[in-house]
């Protein structure tokens, strides 16, 4: 079993649906979790960083964790083309992190 | 634009031989992280450097090494280049290197070994 797991896609949505990503790991010493978008060609890009379970919101991204399932999910609201990107999962402890394999997410005008 | 410069943007190289990467941080920023990312691996976290010392080390490969200078540009050799070694590498800077700090990447150096 893989560190972190993530549901590679691709993920097709129209323009405004509400976009879940997820994904879960196995090591419970991880303590903080941050998702990034990496656009194609590009280098990814933070959006969301939290330390406790719960749920994180900064505009239309919404971040959630449940440490005692170990997963973690990353809502998009009123999704736009411009979100279409890979989204990777990353979450660690101390100086050590481990990324997910990434979500290619398509939103279609 | 992160801020963060990478050179070369692509190599193209033989099974064998030994290529540098360079990388220069973002203006202020005193840690620098080298990541590879590859199809079949994901984003792999190699090594990271704070002010010229080795902070952390992940996958890095006896074959490939690093190192951050003075003025606070960082290099990354690969040796013995391999088939599989053929995939994105990425560096990233951060203000301190704490956990905490964002990481702005770079935006990568796509190697090809042939």
């Known amino acids: 079993q893989k560190e972190v797991e993530q549901d590679p896609g691709p993920l097709s949505v129209p323009e405004g649906a509400i976009v879940s990503l997820n994904c879960t790991y196995s090591?419970?010493?991880?303590?903080?979790f941050m998702w990034y978008r990496q656009y194609s060609r590009k280098g990814p890009e933070l959006l969301m960083y939290?330390?406790?379970?719960g749920n994180k919101e900064d505009g239309r991204f919404t971040a959630q964790v449940d440490k005692s399932s170990k997963y973690i999910s990353l809502f998009i609201r009123d999704s736009q083309p411009s979100d279409s990107a890979t989204y990777l999962c990353?979450?660690?402890?101390?100086?050590?992190?481990?990324f997910g394999p990434g979500t290619r997410l398509s939103v279609l005008p | 634009d992160s801020g963060v410069t990478q050179t070369p943007k692509h190599l193209i190289t033989a099974t064998g031989q030994r290529v540098t990467l360079r990388c220069s941080p973002r203006s202020g920023d005193l840690s620098v992280y080298w990541y590879q990312q590859s199809l079949d691996q994901g984003l792999q976290f190699l090594i990271q450097y704070y002010n010229g010392e080795e902070r952390a080390k992940g996958n890095i490969l006896e074959r490939f090494s690093a190192q951050q200078f003075p003025d606070l540009h960082s290099e990354l050799n690969l040796s013995s280049l391999e088939l599989g070694d053929s995939a994105l590498y990425f560096c990233?800077?951060?203000?301190?290197?704490?956990?905490?700090?964002?990481?702005?990447f770079g935006p990568g150096t796509r190697l090809t070994v042939l």
């Open positions: 939290t330390y406790s379970s």
């Open positions: 990233a800077s951060s203000e301190t290197g704490g956990p905490r700090d964002e990481q702005f």
């Open positions: 990353a979450m660690g402890y101390g100086q050590n992190f481990v």
């Open positions: 090591n419970s010493a991880f303590q903080y």
